[in-house]
């Protein structure tokens, strides 16, 4: 019986496991492989005891449930691998090792899904002999090549729900309130958020803004009978000729910085020009835990099903993708070529500014 394993790399998303349920599912009923699940994320693949058959009686009733049965680790680079002694850190190369720890196992292949981190490492990994394939995961919708990523619709409609409630709540007192949403150097959770949610002024990382402009769009409202607005802002929105606001470098062996306090200084700065109360409120991981929607769990299913029809195939180095209702294959060497922007002059931007969001330009 051919095996396949599979883990789950980066920070979590809705969805992972409607991913890893179709995969066994699917491998199991449609080719009859067996299918070995990898725990935390590439430490599974470096760790001893790590590993766990995932038949399809495994996977039951986890559909629903967010988060990964596996585990995931964004602190796991097996090219930049840290290992901890005492107080003393080693930072090591174990690729090597990975890639006889999977000859070990046996594994005819490994799904990898991931985010771009993970699926960059999935790419060198492949590019030295390493049998892989990867299925995009990640609530920023940031990955070239797939015009969605399980885990967005889902974060969306929980910001969107987060909206809602505090258009009742600004309403009542009169207040400005700037909602910071996350979604790293890409604004489609704010735009989406934003659009959904009925925001007044929407800030993303693509458009630098102006603050001026921005009071300007506030105060308008408020000269024009609005008792209440709401401000959308994404993580990685700056304003022109500023710099993101960061919370902290990698902490402990993660690979990207992390964002985070942009809305408190946009409301600082919106409180200095308006004569309104100012709140903020910071969404944070809400928007990446809980249940996925019916079209991430749809989504994800359809993703596991490809993934392991790719690996039947033998189209190894390949991710699965979204393009317009079909599920298609792209490699892994087009994915990591960059991220995907909200483009700026087309598209949902500029339906939100003929419907007078503004984006503080
Ligand atoms: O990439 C997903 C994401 O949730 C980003 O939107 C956010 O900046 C980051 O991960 C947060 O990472 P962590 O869970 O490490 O704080």
Redesign the pocket.
Known sequence: MKKIGILTGG?DCPGLNAVIRAVAKSASLKYNYEVIGIEDGFDGLVLPNKTRVLTPREVRGILPIGGTILGTS?RANPFEYRITNNIKVEVRDVSKEIIKNIEFLGLAALVVIG?DGSLKIAYELFKMGCPIVGVPK???NDILATDVTFGFNTAVQTATDALDRLHTTAESHHRIMVVEV???YVGWIALETGVGGGADVILIPEIPFDIVKVCKKINDRKKSGSKSSIVVVS?GAKPIGGELSVMGSAEKG?SAE??GGIANKVGAEIAKCTEMEVRVTVLG?LQ?GGTPNAFDRILSTRFGVAVVDLIANKQLGEMVCLKGQKIESVSLSEVIKGQKKVPTEEGLVKAAESIGINFGR
């Open positions: 920070g964004n985010g990640t609530i920023d996350m979604g790293r993580e993660g992390r964002l991981h990446r």
